[in-house]
T-cell receptor
Framework: AQSVSQHNHHVILSEAASLELGCNYS??????LFWYVQYPGQHLQLLLK??????LVKGIKGFEAEFIKSKFSFNLRKPSVQWSDTAEYFC??????????FGAGTRLFVKA | AAGVIQSPRHLIKEKRETATLKCYPI?????VYWYQQGPGQDPQFLIS???????DKGSIPDRFSAQQFSDYHSELNMSSLELGDSALYFC?????????????FGDGTRLSIL
C-alpha cells in the first residue's frame, strides 16, 4: 500500500533560517508529488507539484522541492523563512488513481 | 478566481443525528474529493467522484454516503453521528479526473458533535 512519511512533526526556526522538510513515499511506480500548506484556520493550498521533467520544482512564496527517485524522496526547501511561513505543511502522493495520500504533516513555527 | 465552496462553514450536531455537507467545485472541474481532518491530524481521504460516479473509496464509514450531482456539486451525508466524527471536512476538486491534476481545496466544514 502507498504511504507517505514526513520525518518531522514539529519544526521551530528563527526568521531567515533555512528550511528543509523531509518527505518519503513508498510506491515503486510513477508518482505525482505535491506539497500543500495549511495556514492557521485556513484551507489547504498547493505550494508546488511534480509530475515529470526537471526534478527541482519551484513553487510559490520562494519554496522549492527536489524529487530524488532513487531515494523515494520529495523534500521541501526554502533558503530563508519568514514569520508568515508559520503553518502546517503536508506532502502528498498520487500514483495515478483518484486517491491522494497525505503525510501526517509538519508543523512549522517561525520565531520573529 | 472562483474557488471550491463548501457549506455550511460550521455545523453543530448531537450524537445520533444526521448531517449533510455540500461542496461546489470550481467551474469545469469534474472530480470531487472528500477528506476528513481530525484535530491535529492529517487529512484522511474519504471518497471521490468523477463525472457523477464514485471513482475511489477510502476510509469512509458505512454510516456516511456521498454523491455527485449533474451540476457536479457533491453532498456528503452522515448519519448516526458519533463524537469521533467531530472534524474538519474538506472538499477538493480537480479537472479531467486524473491523478496529475492538483486538487483545489475548499475552506472546509467544521463539524462538532456534542
Amino acid at each position: 500500500a502507498q504511504s507517505v512519511s514526513q520525518h518531522n512533526h514539529h519544526v521551530i526556526l528563527s526568521e531567515a533560517a533555512s528550511l528543509e522538510l523531509g518527505c518519503n513515499y513508498s510506491y515503486g511506480g510513477t508518482v505525482n508529488l505535491f506539497w500543500y500548506v495549511q495556514y492557521p484556520g485556513q484551507h489547504l493550498q498547493l505550494l508546488l507539484k511534480y509530475f515529470s521533467g526537471d526534478p527541482l520544482v519551484k513553487g510559490i512564496k520562494g519554496f522549492e522541492a527536489e524529487f530524488i527517485k532513487s531515494k523515494f524522496s520529495f523534500n521541501l526547501r526554502k533558503p530563508s523563512v519568514q514569520w508568515s511561513d508559520t503553518a502546517e505543511y503536508f506532502c502528498a502522493v498520487n500514483a495515478g488513481g483518484f486517491k491522494t495520500i497525505f503525510g501526517a504533516g509538519t508543523r512549522l513555527f517561525v520565531k520573529a | 478566481a472562483a474557488g471550491v465552496i463548501q457549506s455550511p462553514r460550521h455545523l453543530i450536531k448531537e450524537k445520533r443525528e444526521t448531517a449533510t455537507l455540500k461542496c461546489y467545485p470550481i467551474p469545469r472541474h469534474d472530480t470531487v474529493y472528500w477528506y476528513q481532518q481530525g484535530p491535529g491530524q492529517d487529512p484522511q481521504f474519504l471518497i471521490s467522484f468523477y463525472e457523477k460516479m464514485q471513482s475511489d473509496k477510502g476510509s469512509i464509514p458505512d454510516r456516511f454516503s456521498a454523491q455527485q450531482f449533474s451540476d457536479y456539486h457533491s453532498e456528503l451525508n452522515m448519519s448516526s453521528l458519533e463524537l469521533g466524527d467531530s472534524a474538519l471536512y474538506f472538499c477538493a476538486s480537480s479537472r479531467a479526473g486524473q491523478g496529475n491534476q492538483p486538487q483545489h481545496f475548499g475552506d472546509g466544514t467544521r463539524l462538532s458533535i456534542l
